[in-house]
C-alpha cells in the first residue's frame, strides 16, 4: 500500500478539530453576576469576618478606580497623556486581589494594574506622570512595597520570583505577588519563573488576570487548556476564580497568600475577567469583537453586582451612594488639576544615556530631531 493511500483513508485531524481536556473548570465564586451571595466551603473561611464596612469599602475602592481611569483616558484623549492602559471591567479582580496583601507582601505589577496600586497607597497622579513621560514611575517601590510598572510584557514574574525566593532565605513572613495578563502567559519568562518558584518553592502567587484578550488575539489562540491548569506542569496549584466577583477574588487570594507564607510554595490565581475597553488608548477593539460578546459581559459588571448585594442585605443606603459619588467627582477633578499643572515631556531625553560614552550616530539624530522642533516654530513644520 502506498503512503499516498493510507493518507486517503486516513485523513489527517486539524489543530482546530483535535480533541482537547475539557474547557468547563469549576469557577469559584461567591456573589453571582446577579449579586446573590453563594457559598463555597473552602473559600467562604477567608471572608467569612468581612464587615459590612469593609463590604462598602471594596465598593469604594472599585468606584474611585474606575473614575479615575475614565479621567486619565479623557486626558489622553485631550492630548494631556502619550497613552493610557485602562483597566475597565477588572475593578474587581485587582481591588479583590490587592485588598487581600498585607502591608509586608511585596506586589510585582505590569502596567494596568492601577485598582492594586490604589490598595497599595500609590497616588494615582503618580501614575498618570509616567504615561505622559514626565517621571519613570513617580513613586519609591520600597515605601509601598509595589514596584514600578513594567512595560516589557511578563518580565516582573521573573523580578518576583527572584524577589521571593529572596524573602525565604531571609525567612521572612511575607509574601509576594506577581501580576500578567492572559497574553503575558505565552512569554517565555513567565514559564521560567514558575519553573524556578517550584523548584525553589518560593512564597509567590502569580495572579493572572484573563481578559481574554491579548490585544487582538484571543486566548483560545494561545492556549489548548485553561490557564489556571498550566501549573499542574510545574508542581504547584491553580485556581480559576470569578474575576469579576470581588468577594472570590479577595478570598482566593487570601488563601494563596497564606500558602506562601506558611512555605507551601507558589500558586497560579486566573481571574477570568473581561477586558470592557481596548487595550490602550491607541487600539480599536470594535475591529477584532463583536458587541454582543462586549454587551454579555456589561451585563456581569463587578461593580453593580456587589451594589445589588449591598442594598439586597441593607448594608448601604442612597445616603453612602450619593456620598461617593460626591468623593468620586473630586477625585476626578484632583486628578485632572494635577495632570495639567504637570510640565511637558522633555523631548530630547529619548537621547540621554543610550551610550554610557555617547556615540556619533545619536549626537546625529538628536541634531536632526532639533531642526525638527526649530521648524515648528519659524513655520516650516505646520
Not at 493610557?84 to 511585596?106: C, F, K, N, P, V
Not at 442612597?318 to 523631548?347: I, T
Request: with cysteine; net charge negative.
Amino acid at each position: 500500500m502506498t503512503v499516498e493511500s493510507t493518507a486517503a483513508r486516513k485523513p489527517r485531524r486539524s489543530a482546530g478539530t483535535k480533541k482537547s481536556p475539557s474547557t468547563k473548570p469549576e469557577l469559584v465564586q461567591l456573589l453571582t453576576a446577579e449579586g446573590k451571595r453563594v457559598k463555597n466551603a473552602e473559600y467562604d473561611p477567608y471572608v467569612a469576618d468581612i464587615t459590612p464596612d469593609e463590604l462598602r469599602g471594596l465598593y469604594r475602592d472599585m468606584v474611585l478606580t474606575r473614575r479615575f481611569d475614565a479621567e486619565a483616558t479623557s486626558l489622553q484623549r485631550q492630548g494631556e497623556l502619550g497613552l493610557w492602559a485602562s483597566l475597565l471591567g477588572q475593578e474587581a479582580a485587582q481591588i479583590g486581589s490587592g485588598r487581600a496583601t498585607r502591608a509586608d507582601d511585596y506586589v510585582f505589577p505590569t502596567y494596568r494594574e492601577h485598582g492594586v496600586a490604589w490598595c497599595r497607597g500609590v497616588d494615582p497622579a503618580n501614575l498618570l506622570g509616567m504615561f505622559r513621560g514626565v517621571n519613570n514611575g513617580g513613586w519609591d517601590p520600597n515605601s509601598n512595597n509595589f514596584q514600578l510598572y513594567t512595560i516589557v510584557i511578563g518580565s516582573q514574574t521573573l523580578h518576583a520570583t527572584g524577589y521571593a525566593m529572596g524573602v525565604a532565605k531571609d525567612g521572612a513572613d511575607s509574601a509576594v505577588i506577581a501580576y500578567f495578563g492572559d497574553g503575558a502567559s505565552s512569554q517565555g519568562d513567565v514559564a521560567e519563573s514558575f519553573t524556578f518558584s517550584a523548584v525553589y518553592n518560593a512564597p509567590v502567587v502569580f495572579f493572572c488576570q484573563n481578559n481574554q484578550w491579548a490585544i487582538s488575539e484571543p486566548t483560545e489562540k494561545q492556549t489548548r487548556v485553561p490557564l489556571y491548569q498550566r501549573a499542574q506542569g510545574y508542581g504547584f496549584p491553580g485556581v480559576r476564580v470569578d474575576g469579576n466577583d470581588v468577594l472570590a477574588c479577595l478570598a482566593v487570594t487570601k488563601w494563596a497568600l497564606e500558602r506562601a507564607r506558611s512555605g507551601e510554595g507558589p500558586t497560579l490565581v486566573e481571574a477570568y475577567t473581561y477586558r470592557m475597553g481596548a487595550h490602550t488608548t491607541s487600539d480599536d477593539p470594535t475591529r477584532y469583537r463583536g458587541d454582543e460578546e462586549r454587551q454579555s459581559w456589561e451585563a456581569k459588571d463587578p461593580i453593580a453586582r456587589l451594589r445589588v448585594y449591598l442594598e439586597a442585605s441593607n448594608h448601604a443606603d442612597e445616603g453612602f451612594f450619593a456620598e461617593l459619588e460626591a468623593e468620586s467627582e473630586a477625585l476626578g477633578r484632583r486628578v485632572r488639576e494635577a495632570v495639567r499643572a504637570m510640565p511637558d515631556p522633555d523631548h530630547f531625553a529619548i537621547f540621554e544615556n543610550v551610550y554610557a560614552d555617547g556615540h556619533a550616530l545619536v549626537d546625529e539624530e538628536r541634531a536632526q530631531f532639533a531642526a525638527y522642533q526649530a521648524s515648528f516654530a519659524d513655520g516650516e513644520g505646520a
